[in-house]
Antibody, heavy 120, light 110 residues
Framework: QVTLRESGPALVKPTQTLTLTCTFS??????????VSWIRQPPGKALEWLAL???????YYSTSLKTRLTISKDTSKNQVVLTMTNMDPVDTATYYC????????????WGQGTLVTVSS | NFMLTQPHSVSESPGKTVTISCTRS????????VQWYQQRPGSAPTTVIY?????PSGVPDRFSGSIDSSSNSASLTISGLKTEDEADYYC?????????FGGGTKLTVL
């Protein structure tokens, strides 16, 4: 059974760095073709893909946010970590992690999401 | 980079059929698979169509997907609409380095 769960602070202040952790089970990120992405959704707005890391430790980022994002993995812990620097109130959103494969980019399993509010 | 454009909202009556479009701004829609996700308020998205026209197990055959190279777009069609189909629907595709979501379509069944 595949599960993913996001964890991190519910509230961050402007200019701070956000660190989110995705802890997953039921698959291994060392399996060829496997990927984990971070996706966010501001309240009442659309989904936005942020970053992806694959089994081979290749990393891909949203063009508009790549200067602020870092994605990494700890295969032994079954975790993927996203950091986002210089947080702003417009970054207030529910942040999801989701599994996909490199072949067809279908997000077949999602976490329940974690709401991050940016406010002083 | 490319964008996926969806209508902001659609509405239809129960029992009818509705089609939601998703137009790719550059590059061929046929080059990379398109997925469709359903999202109800307060929940994570779930897949209703993957790889252009495949249904995950548990998704009724009232949901179907297609692509049209002439308009460079993908479509999600829901037939025999039920009130439970009322939700937001997102298309999604990719290229070699990016994953892209459409802006979402709010489906109202009334």
């Amino acid at each position: 059974q595949v599960t993913l769960r996001e964890s991190g602070p519910a509230l961050v202040k402007p200019t701070q760095t956000l660190t989110l952790t995705c802890t997953f089970s039921g698959f291994s990120l060392s399996t060829s073709g496997m990927c984990v992405s971070w996706i966010r959704q501001p309240p009442g707005k659309a989904l936005e893909w942020l970053a992806l890391i694959d089994w081979d430790d290749d990393k891909y980022y949203s063009t508009s946010l790549k200067t602020r994002l870092t994605i990494s993995k700890d295969t032994s812990k079954n975790q993927v970590v996203l950091t986002m620097t210089n947080m702003d109130p417009v970054d207030t959103a529910t942040y999801y992690c989701a599994r996909s494969t490199i072949a067809v980019a279908h997000f077949d399993y999602w976490g329940q999401g974690t709401l991050v509010t940016v406010s002083s | 980079n490319f964008m996926l454009t969806q209508p902001h909202s659609v509405s239809e009556s129960p029992g009818k059929t509705v089609t939601i479009s998703c137009t790719r701004s550059s590059g061929s829609i046929a080059s990379n698979y398109v997925q469709w996700y359903q999202q109800r308020p307060g929940s994570a998205p779930t897949t209703v169509i993957y790889e252009d026209n495949q249904r995950p197990s548990g998704v009724p055959d009232r949901f179907s997907g297609s692509i049209d190279s002439s308009s460079n777009s993908a479509s999600l069609t829901i037939s025999g609409l039920k009130t439970e189909d009322e939700a937001d629907y997102y298309c999604q595709s990719y290229d070699s380095t990016l994953r892209v979501f459409g802006g979402g379509t709010k489906l109202t069944v009334l």
